[in-house]
């Protein structure tokens, strides 16, 4: 156990029956390999920090059913080739004992596993994954999670009968006999856990703005900014973006809708901001070629951490509504320079209604884009390491 490991989450992995189909395997005949447990592995490897840790139980290797030579040159060959699609164990433990002795290091003993419990592991944090009831109180026993690989069904042997009098349920956080399944549940539950949630509540002498925002939404929410025409505009962003968000505005309208628009524009920006948080596991860029009827716009965002705007557009009238159509430039702008995000939108001529609505449409579809988080990864989309 050395110093590189301190506190690292182990993964501790049975072979047969999770990585290869159980049985003596001791031929190169009998290696049949366990669907997707590859791809899922090597994601594991490539993406969490777990230190990985075989734990197999080999019934009597050594002994004439069983022979040494029978079983060395098959168990590399596993080995081997695991590490040709880049997945290593960090550490190997295989008890060759029989049922009969009692061996202290056969499953679910914890006899193999001393140096784990000397302080340098996080096993709270740790799991197992077995695909026997022996696994999960081995789990228990080393007092981590375990993972069931067994078919869902058999959830129930878990809270009855012998494994309910264990105590097992508590242990297992998941039964599954699907290495798709288990890598999400391990890699994204992880993230699913951060929510991108945020609230801001803005008093001005000028404006009061509140905004809640939820960025893994479903395109739900409400707009109350006393400017019918901006309310519909933003009632698109919410709707296309797929987050979800209320914003409530009450500013002095009776000087006129400047001071309202852009409050608004600043709280929205600040919202995206917060909510993206350190912006892991996103991609980063979106966009939108959008069409309205006589009016094509466009519209490419970066979350990259630096204001920019780009605006070419000329609106054919000077308001739509009772909105100044001048003052969409300015929303963008202001939304921009809060969120830190490169906006680069660009409509052609034509119906100002339609110009309006077609890049309002575009910015939606483009941040939806952009915010969208992988499940798998919690990588930073920049080569800065900061964005
Ligand atoms: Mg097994």
Known sequence: MGQPHMHKPILFLDRDGILVEEDQVDSFEKIRWIPGVFNALRKLREESNYY??????????????????????VHERIIDTLAGERITFDAQHIDMSLPEDHCPGRKPGIGMLGEYFEGGYDLEHSLMIGDRLTDVQLAKNIGCKAIWFAD???????????????????????????????????????????????????????????????????????????????????????????????????????VDEHHTVEDVAI????????????????????????????VLAQVAIDFSGRPYLVWDAQFSRPSVGTFPTEMFRHFFKSFSDE???????????????????????????????????YPWSDALPSTKGVL
């Open 52 to 73: 990985f840790a075989m734990v197999s139980n080999q019934d009597g290797v050594g002994t004439p059913s069983f022979p040494s030579e029978a079983f060395w040159p």
């Open 339 to 373: 969120a830190k995000c490169n906006l680069d939108m660009r409509v052609s001529e034509g119906n100002a209604h339609h110009q309006a609505e077609a890049l309002f449409k575009a910015f939606a579809r483009a941040i939806r884009q952009a915010v969208h988080r």
């Open 152 to 254: 869902p069904s058999r959830l129930e042997e878990l809270k009855q009968g012998i494994a309910g009098e264990l105590g097992l349920s508590e242990t297992c956080v998941l039964v599954s006999d699907s290495w798709q399944e288990i890598a999400v549940f391990i890699l994204g539950g992880k993230s699913v856990k951060l929510e991108r949630r945020v609230e801001i509540d803005r008093r001005t002498a000028e404006t009061h703005v509140a905004v809640s925002l939820n960025l893994d939404g479903s395109g739900k929410g409400s707009v109350e900014t006393g400017l019918p025409f901006f309310d519909h505009m933003l009632a698109q962003l919410i709707r296309h973006s797929g987050v979800d968000a209320t914003l409530h505005a009450h500013g002095d309208l009776q």
């Open 267 to 294: 709280v929205l920006g600040q919202a995206f901001l917060q909510a993206l948080g350190d912006k892991r596991g996103i991609s980063r860029y979106g966009y939108e070629v959008l069409p309205m009827d006589d």
